[in-house]
């Protein structure tokens, strides 16, 4: 547990460094700008995690309660993926309220939609964007955690897809909407599951070419994602 | 008492082939010495340049000048390279008494279909949008190429590839791209472009199809980076889909931005910069020895220090080394050389650019 608390305190910290070191200064550049920023760090930290840990994937020790399974009549649960659901309910509801509750939630969406506004409201927009850099490296470190011990090992390229999905899932739910977010998650693992159900079995490899396909069509008919604002930009 | 311009100019003609023809030249005497005296070495990395011009330079011309921004490039280069090589590969003896002609009309022609498809359907979305559904095609690709066993080998290394590219035809198709680059960089069709950009719809309020000046530059790129792409494999000879993926478009990518968007001498000076750059800093990689210092090779130090670079670059130099302007050799040897002033008219602007 001590061992959890650091790693996610760890990555927490990590996350506010990133912000400080390679954000701030570009705050308010292209969201371009932004996005190619958040890949060259990604790589930056992956080639550190090799350098430092060596690239091969070691195993990782979950706790002996977490691989037992739970039986209630004929359903059969791991106990780690009922942890991960209860989990993921309470962190979202206590985001939800952070954010729409809390004075610094309230500010961060302000900061995003308008960075120059909410300047003028008094807000101070860095203390706020690095709260939120802090809040998302500490979910991103808590996920870390049940998916290694889901998946039993590490190593350092683990997060590449996670975190593209992820991406992909919040840009279909729409960008800054936290109900937005669940239901792009929900759309994305939902096709993943069905898809591979149902295709035909010399069709199942292509599962991901046909769900890119599916989201495409959906960003087609919401082009700003499925929570997104429907504003139209104004002259 | 004031000279007459027209004793000092030199004839205009002479003055605007002047500075293209000083280039090409140069240019031309650098890739024969690279190709005859140099190294086999050198010759790889003038190739590498030459292709990476080519891949920037129209990932720019969609990209840059429409600020459409495709993460999905990639997924083109990896239909011109896989269908250059499948038609290239089987029929050896025919590709040693036809030189590799019809593999390159395949690379080209290929990527020409999903890009129509994808420009149609994609070029309507904006920012974010745009990039994950690029990423979305890329992926697409990527799955498909691995799993047409009978036709890609899968997941498996695609070896044994003519090496058909020389210092020479990837040379030819750098110039050619640039020059095309250029020319529609500064044709009605640029302008439209740019100007959707700036702002769609002050764009659209003049009636500019801001649809249709998105989908020229698109299916362009794609096709010039279909191009690239069938050169890459007949100049690295085996690839597996992999080589297609996220690392290349990051590598890409990183050349067009460090370059500045918008702007085709500043991708063509990003190839430049990135490729000696990251060429030092691999060789540097293996271990180095400075006078007393010895540092141990790190394996991965360098794409740490091209990911510092990038985001250095990106805090100092937002718009990237030339931020959307170029250098116009044109412009300067105007400067040096002043053309005889015509009497009509203002002297030299405006007609160039039409």
């Given at each position: 547990v001590v061992a959890a608390i650091a790693a996610v305190a760890a990555s927490t910290l990590a996350g506010l460094l990133m912000e400080r070191l390679a954000y701030r200064p570009i705050r308010g550049a292209h969201e371009i700008a932004m996005l190619l920023t958040s890949f060259s760090v990604t790589i930056l930290l992956e080639n550190l995690a090799i350098i430092l840990f060596k690239p091969t994937s070691r195993p990782f020790p979950a706790p002996a309660f977490l691989r037992s399974a739970i039986e209630a009549g004929s359903l059969r649960l791991a106990s780690l993926d009922l942890i991960a659901i209860v989990i993921a309910g309470v962190l979202l509801a206590g985001l939800t309220l952070f954010v729409t509750r809390t004075r610094i939630g309230v500010s961060m969406r302000a900061a995003s939609e308008d960075l120059l506004a909410a300047r003028l409201m008094g807000i101070n927009v860095n203390a706020v964007i690095a709260a939120a850099f802090a809040i998302g490296s500490f979910l991103a470190g808590v996920v870390g955690l049940l998916w290694s011990a889901r998946v039993g090992k590490v190593d350092p390229l683990m997060g590449f897809n996670p975190v593209l999905k992820a991406f992909v899932a919040s840009v279909i739910g729409g960008l800054g909407s936290l109900p937005g977010a669940v239901i792009g998650a929900y759309i994305l693992g939902g096709l993943e599951i069905l898809l591979q159900g149902l295709l035909p079995s010399a069709l199942t490899p292509y599962r991901d070419a046909f769900v890119f396909v599916i989201l495409i069509a959906l960003l087609l008919f919401r082009p700003n994602g499925?929570?997104?604002?429907t504003e139209k930009e104004k002259i | 008492m004031q000279m007459k311009p027209l004793d000092r100019g030199f004839p205009r003609a002479i003055v605007r082939i002047i500075p293209a023809a000083v280039l090409l030249a140069a240019l031309g005497l650098l890739l024969a010495a690279s190709d005859f005296l140099a190294g086999d070495y050198i010759r790889r990395i003038v190739i590498g340049i030459g292709i990476n011009i080519v891949l920037v330079v129209s990932l720019n011309l969609s990209n840059g000048f429409t600020g459409v921004f495709s993460l999905g490039h990639v997924g083109f280069m990896a239909i011109g390279a896989y269908a250059a090589s499948i038609c290239t590969l089987p029929v050896t003896l025919k590709a040693m008494n036809l030189p590799a002609l019809p593999g390159w009309l395949s690379g080209l022609a290929l990527p020409f279909l999903p890009a129509t498809l994808v420009g149609l359907s994609l070029m309507r979305l904006k920012g974010a949008y745009v990039s994950v559904a690029t990423l979305g095609f890329l992926v697409i690709v990527q799955v498909v190429l691995v799993n047409w066993d009978q036709l890609t080998r899968g997941a498996r290394t695609f070896a044994g590839v003519p090496p058909h590219t020389t210092v020479w035809n990837a040379w030819i198709w750098a110039v050619l791209t640039v020059y095309l680059a250029w020319r529609i960089g500064r044709s009605p069709f640029g302008r439209d472009m740019r100007a959707a950009r700036d702002n769609e719809i002050a764009a659209r309020s003049l009636g500019i199809s801001v649809m249709r000046s998105r989908l020229l530059a698109f299916c362009a790129s794609a096709f010039l980076t279909g191009v690239a792409g069938s050169l890459w494999a007949h100049f690295i000879t085996s690839f597996s889909p992999k080589s297609f993926f996220f690392t290349q478009a990051f590598a890409i990518i990183t050349m067009l931005v460090i370059g500045g968007l918008g702007s085709v001498s500043g991708s063509v000076i990003g190839v430049a910069l990135i490729t000696i750059v990251s060429e030092i800093l691999r060789n540097a990689e293996r271990g180095l020895t400075i006078g007393a210092l010895v540092i141990p090779p790190i394996y991965g130090a360098s794409q740490i220090l091209m990911a510092v670079l990038f985001v250095l670059i990106i805090v100092f130099r937002p718009q990237g080394l030339l931020g959307g302007k170029e250098i116009d050799p044109g412009l300067i040897a105007r400067r040096i050389f002043p053309p005889t002033r015509r009497r009509d008219g203002p002297p030299d602007h405006g007609k160039d650019a039409a």
């Open positions: 499925i929570m997104g604002s | -």
